[in-house]
C-alpha cells in the first residue's frame, strides 16, 4: 500500500505552459487606440484647465501675486459685476437662454412631430432643416448678411420681399434692431440642431404604441403630449441643457454679425477677446468664476427635468 502511494508521488508531472512574456498583439492595439484620447484630455482639458485657474493667480505680466493679494483678479471682477457693461453683457448672455430653452425648442418640438409624422413633403422640410445645422457659422452669417444687405451695389433677397412692404434693411444690423438679427440668426441656425436630434429620438417611439394609441381614438395633439414627449424626454432634457450652456458659449454669431456692438457682447465673446491679450488674466478668472455659478445650476435643472418623466426602455 505505501509502494503506491510511492509510486503516485513520483509520477511524471505534466509540464505547465510557458508564460507569455510579452504583451499580446490585441493588448497593443487597445493600448495604442486608448493613448491618443487619453493624452489628448490631459492636454486639451486637464492641461488648459489647470493653466488658467493659475492664470486667474497672476497679474498681466504673469507673476503671480503676494498671499496677501492673491484673490486680486477675483476681487476685481466681483466690482466689476456693478458696472454698465458688466450688466449689459449678462443680459445679452441670458437672453439666448431664454431664446434657446423657451423658444427655439418648442418650436422645434413642433416642426419635429410634424416630420415625424410624415406630412406633405416631410422630406423636403427636413433638408431645409438640416442645412444650417451641418454648414459652418462664417458660411451662415455671410449669406445671412448677404441676403439682408441693401446696397447701391447689392441687394439681398431677403432685403427684396421686405421693400415690397415699405420695409428698409439697410439699417436693421446697426442700432437697436442688431439685437433682433443676432437673435433672428441664432434661432434660423439653431433650430435645424434640435430637429435633428428631436426626430432622431422620435423614430425609435416603437410604431406598435402609435398603433394601440390611434386604436383607442387618441388625437393628434394627446399623442403629441401624453405619447411623443415623455418618451423623447431624455432627448428634450438634453437639449434644454445645451440651450442653457448658450450663456456661455454663444459668441460667434455677435462678433461676425455685428462685431459685438450695439449691446451685443456677450460673457462668451468678452472672454475670447481678452484671451490672446494682457487681459487674459481677467478672461480666466471671469470663465472660472461663470463656471463655479453655472455649474450647480445647470446641474440642478437637469435633476429637476429628470423628475417629470421616468425614462422608459425600448
Known sequence: MFGAFTRRDNAPKKASPRRKRFISRTSIFIIL???YPIVQFCIMWFGVNINSILLTFQNTEGHYYSWNDLFHNYVTVFQELDTKSMREMLSASFAYVILNCFITLPISLLFSYFIFKKIYAAGVFKALFYLPAILPVISLTFVFTLAFSNTPDATGFMATIMSWFGLDTSTWFFGDMAKWMVWIFCFWTGIGYDVMLLTAGMSRIPKELLESAKMDGISAMKEFIYVVIPLTWPTITT?????MMGFFGTFLQPMLLVEGQYGTKTIGLQIFYEADTPGRV???????LCTIVGSPIILGVRSLLNHFFKEVNF
Open 282 to 288: 481677467h478672461a480666466a478668472t471671469l470663465g472660472l
Open 33 to 35: 487606440m486608448l493613448l
Open 239 to 243: 437639449l434644454f441643457i445645451f440651450a
